[in-house]
T-cell receptor, first 112, second 111 residues
């Protein structure tokens, strides 16, 4: 079945560490997105990519980095520069020509 | 950037009741979607509806683009409808397809 897979489901990070969240899709979608969700809040855009080897900052990119070396993969690194990284992170994909989004099941990151 | 406001923020229903959720947005859009987030965090796309009316079972949605609002109707609610409903839009002048989300409506359906 086609879909979008995020891993791990839960991640614990010590202060000062970088961690990388995985997002893989087999939907042949061109565009991929990373969103952050804080408790009781809506989603905010971190980064997005419309084609391989190209990505753009969203509204809250500071302290995060991404890469898009393959169409299927869009990993997100939460760096030590991110002051408050504890949140729920959601990855999504879509065709550029068709606007419907498909979301992964998310990664809950906690700083310990 | 574009602003998205959802109302009500919280809603409690008895099973079998009907409800209407509203989404107001501040600019012209070329993309509007409604999502349901279940208690485990999974977001499911309910409707892609930048204009017009669509129906899917007990759910229907209407977007009046000229007046910058969208409505989501839930009829004969069930406990499985509980969760958070998000409206998300992409502005007409948005070069990509990046969605801006509203704050959500938290729905609890009691048996």
């Amino acid at each position: 079945d086609g879909g979008i897979t995020q891993s791990p489901k839960y991640l614990f990070r010590k202060e000062g560490q970088n961690v990388t969240l995985s997002c893989e899709q087999n939907l042949n979608h061109d565009a991929m997105y990373w969103y952050r969700q804080d408790p009781g809040q809506g989603l905010r855009l971190i980064y997005y990519s419309q084609i391989v080897n190209d990505f753009q900052k969203g509204d809250i990119a500071e302290g995060y980095s991404v890469s898009r070396e393959k169409k299927e993969s869009f990993p997100l690194t939460v760096t030590s520069a991110q002051k408050n990284p504890t949140a729920f992170y959601l990855c999504a994909s879509s065709m550029v020509s068709s606007y419907g989004y498909t979301f992964g099941s998310g990664t809950r990151l906690t700083v310990v | 950037g574009i602003q998205v406001e959802q109302s009500p923020p919280d809603l409690i229903l008895q099973e079998g009741a009907n409800s209407t959720l509203r989404c107001n947005f501040s600019d012209s859009v070329n993309n509007l979607q409604w999502f349901h987030q279940n208690p485990w965090g999974q977001l499911i796309n309910l409707f892609y509806i930048p204009s017009g009316t669509k129906q899917n079972g007990r759910l229907s949605a209407t977007t009046v683009a000229t007046e910058r609002y969208s409505l989501l109707y839930i009829s004969s609610s069930q406990t499985t409808d509980s969760g958070v409903y998000f409206c998300a839009v992409a502005a007409l002048n948005n070069a990509g397809n990046m969605l801006t989300f509203g704050g959500g409506t938290r729905l609890m359906v009691k048996p």
